[in-house]
DNA sequence: TGTACATCAGTGAACGCGCGTTCACTGATGTAC
DNA sequence: TGTACATCAGTGAACGCGCGTTCACTGATGTAC
């Protein structure tokens, strides 16, 4: 089962991103140590330093790395939302229910987020990784914000409805969820937010 | 402006505390290390030692200190509500409203919740205080899923709702409400996140 | 097709610094008789 | 009221270990001619 040498070369910066941000994730990323990392790879801590300039160039491409990923992940699921159903309410609403139905199939036992965790540790990134940060935050704001401004202008709401909160309302719902279930080793904590957050978009828009 | 002596010392443990939470939730718990903290209370690191016998027990300690402080706030709050209102239903709406407009009023320019730092961290810390923390998040679910089903049965709502479900969203959308509010540097989203729950609450138990 | 050079993906050894922890000791206050 | 002892809240010096970073070097692969 040796890999071939090539095939072992290629992928390491990415294998290296994976496990760090696996340990980020349980251990915070001042206590993941680059030692820990390319034990895991296997290659020598001189190895580390030519695919990172420094411990904090690691960080940024963290981050780069998560909201890519973040973004393609959740863009397909409510593409295909609305591939299912032309009307925008209810393309959303099917978006929403398979972005449950993913979270529920999560293989991992306890799934975070490395916005939460960066954000809480803030203090050691410097202001271009912060900014990341914010603007993956904000890009989720805009893209929801719009679905749901959308969605008002086909079925008026009754009364006053703060849509902007509604929009981070679905990220606070995905944070939030995270940290229970982390906490609380129960991963169908964060399924079940995302159904309450779909009936509040429904019961919203909708008059009974 | 010296400090007697006398008084100089009573709050030491205490103030060892304060300024390490505040180091914690801006840097995570490794990060913080007992030579700053020692600098900011003004002993030596052998002091330090007097007070907890190891880092660990000063993670201890601020697990304790927090649900102790969380619970009694919040409690006030929520019975403020309740005094204000015989109604269960109408006593929380006007307890989420104290709340948010608390959250609204804070001092702190970003406020983080400890509960949300260590889970981001939690293979540094031992299973008690993993325990603990999840104690206290289950603590909550509690006492919010008791006033929902209190409320529930006053004003059976249309359909079926997951009371559990909504008992979390609570705090589900603090946690999250926080994260973004860090991220984001707007200590405005919290409070309209609770205003938000605060009219899920209401339009889920009554008819419109 | 063979040779020269450049680039890629690392190795190996050494470094200094900060951190958590230990240990023997101490001055001020409280308590027993 | 005075003395002996105990406790409280620390001090000061030393420790070893792990960590991030640097630097000179290297073998395998790719490219130019």
Redesign the pocket.
């Known amino acids: 089962m040796e890999m071939p ?2 095939r ?3 992928g ?2 990415e294998r290296l991103l994976e496990v760090a941000e696996q340990a980020v994730l349980a251990k915070g990323f ?7 990392l ?1 034990a895991a790879v ?17 960080a940024r491409a963290l981050m780069l790395r998560y909201l890519e990923q973040d973004r393609e992940i959740l863009d397909g699921i409510f593409r295909r939302g609305d591939d299912l159903n032309a009307d925008p309410l209810h393309g959303f609403l099917v978006g929403l229910k398979l972005f449950a139905e993913m979270l529920a199939e999560l293989p991992e036992a306890h799934p975070g987020c490395l916005a939460a965790s960066f954000c809480y540790q803030d203090q050691l990134f410097n202001r271009e990784i912060r900014q990341l940060n914010a603007e993956g935050i904000l890009a989720w704001r805009a893209r929801f914000r719009e679905r749901l401004e959308t969605i008002a202008r086909l079925y008026p709401p009754r009364g006053e409805v703060d849509l902007g909160a509604m929009a981070d309302m679905a990220s606070s719902l995905v944070e939030g969820g995270l940290i229970l279930g982390r906490v609380l080793s129960d991963p169908s904590i964060l399924p079940r937010q995302i159904l309450l957050y779909r009936d509040l978009v429904r019961t919203t828009f909708t008059a009974v």
């Open positions: 040498a090539a072992k070369r290629a390491t910066r001042a206590s993941t140590s680059i030692e820990e390319i296997g290659i020598t801590k001189s190895g580390f330093f030519y695919h990172f300039k420094d411990k904090t160039d690691l």
